[in-house]
Nanobody, 125 residues
Framework: QVALVESGGGLVQAGGSLRLSCAAS????????IGWFRQAPGKEREFVAA????????YYADPVKGRFSVSRDNAENTVYLQMNSLKPEDAAVYYC??????????????????WGQGTQVTVSS
């Protein structure tokens, strides 16, 4: 069992930055890949970024490439999503999710095993 808690969301102006954190707890949590997803009102959930268990492989959705960066600190059992140059269209509830298999996070239609409760990101224009 893995528990995930997101933090760091808030209100930011367009062009600004936020860093989201995903604190993980549970057995062997450092062996899990972690992904970030987001869902805006009236839209489907979409994949944002992911990082494998060791941190040496990262994945990004096209809309965030070059602006977002995912990293992890396994000593702290925490994964970060650094979001720069934020746009109004980045506004959403952001969720982190965990799975032992990277494909269960990055594949189209994937649904990771464990999910956090989400944190709201609002971007004003």
């Amino acid at each position: 069992q893995v528990a995930l808690v997101e933090s760091g969301g808030g209100l930011v102006q367009a062009g600004g930055s936020l860093r989201l954190s995903c604190a993980a707890s549970g057995r062997a949590v450092s062996s899990y890949a972690i992904g970030w997803f987001r869902q805006a009102p009236g839209k489907e959930r979409e994949f944002v970024a992911a990082i494998n268990w060791s941190g040496d492989e990262t994945y990004y959705a096209d809309p965030v490439k070059g602006r977002f960066s995912v990293s992890r600190d396994n000593a702290e059992n925490t994964v970060y999503l650094q979001m720069n140059s934020l746009k109004p269209e980045d506004a959403a509830v952001y969720y982190c999710a965990a799975d032992r298999d990277d494909d269960n996070i990055i594949s189209v239609g994937a649904f990771p095993l464990y999910w956090g409760q989400g944190t709201q990101v609002t971007v004003s224009s």
